[in-house]
Nanobody
Framework: QVQLVESGGALVQPGGSLRLSCAAS????????MSWYRQAPGNQRELVAR???????NYVDSVKGRFTISRDDAKNTVYWEMNSLKPGDTAVYYC???????????????WGQGTQVTVSS
C-alpha cells in the first residue's frame, strides 16, 4: 500500500512563514505529479500548486511569489514553503500524488490526511 503523511501545520501570525512536508511511503515505483490543495471552511478544495517529475511547477495566482513547491525524489517527499501568510490562507492543506505502485503499470491518485494552517493574530 501507499501512504501520504503531511506535517508542519500550525497557527502562525499574518506575515509569518511555515513549511509543510508530505512524505510518500510504500511500494512505490515512481511519483509523477505531486500537488498541494487547500480547503477553507465553507469552500471547495482547490488546487494551489503542482510539481511534475523533472521539476516543472504551476501555481494558482493567489499564491504566486509567496509560496514555493519543491520535491525531493530520493525521499519521495514534497515541500510547501509559505511566506507572507495572510488570514485568507487559513485552510486545511492536503497533499496529492499520482503514483505508480510496484506490480502495476498504471498511475493512481493518493491523498494525505490534511494538515491545518491557521493565520491569525
Amino acid at each position: 500500500q501507499v501512504q501520504l503523511v503531511e506535517s508542519g501545520g500550525a497557527l502562525v501570525q499574518p506575515g509569518g512563514s511555515l513549511r509543510l512536508s508530505c512524505a510518500a511511503s510504500g511500494s512505490i515505483v515512481k511519483i509523477i505529479v505531486m500537488s498541494w490543495y487547500r480547503q477553507a471552511p465553507g469552500n471547495q478544495r482547490e488546487l494551489v500548486a503542482r510539481i511534475i517529475s523533472g521539476g516543472s511547477t504551476n501555481y494558482v495566482d493567489s499564491v504566486k511569489g509567496r509560496f514555493t513547491i519543491s520535491r525531493d525524489d530520493a525521499k519521495n517527499t514534497v515541500y510547501w514553503e509559505m511566506n507572507s501568510l495572510k488570514p485568507g490562507d487559513t485552510a486545511v492543506y492536503y497533499c496529492n500524488a499520482e503514483i505508480q505502485r510496484r506490480g502495476s503499470l498504471f498511475l493512481r491518485e493518493y491523498w494525505g490526511q490534511g494538515t491545518q494552517v491557521t493565520v491569525s493574530s
